[in-house]
Nanobody, 114 residues
Framework: VQLQASGGGLVQPGGSLRLSCASS????????MGWYRQAPGKQRDLVAL???????NYADSVKGRFTISRDNAKNTVYLQMNSLKPEDTAVYYC?????????WGKGTLVTVSS
């Protein structure tokens, strides 16, 4: 499974971005797919997860601002990010989990700055 994340960029505080994660394989076969982020000098943290049957989980810091979704037909998972804050600045990574194996994509940089 290969994952390709895209959609990062520079945005002003309060702005929005949508990240995409395209999978080379069927995302419906995955137990879960998620977005993680890593700020400079910090560990990689969970942002949002979406499970096989559509239930979701979010980090407290993004609840109410970020939305994870999936398009099974396009084998793509999205992260809609609204009301962005400077502390959201990080490299965002997509991850898929299937049968206990994790697959990671290369990250996409999100910078929130005026």
């Amino acid at each position: 499974v290969q994952l390709q994340a895209s959609g990062g960029g520079l945005v002003q505080p309060g702005g929005s971005l949508r990240l995409s994660c395209a999978s080379s394989g069927s995302i419906f076969s995955m137990n879960a797919m998620g977005w993680y982020r890593q700020a400079p000098g910090k560990q990689r943290d969970l942002v949002a997860l979406i499970f096989k049957f559509g239930n979701t989980n979010y980090a407290d810091s993004v609840k109410g601002r970020f939305t994870i979704s999936r398009d099974n037909a396009k084998n793509t998972v999205y992260l809609q990010m609204n009301s962005l804050k400077p502390e959201d600045t990080a490299v965002y990574y997509c991850k898929a989990e299937k049968l206990g194996v994790d697959y990671w994509g290369k990250g996409t940089l999100v910078t929130v700055s005026s």
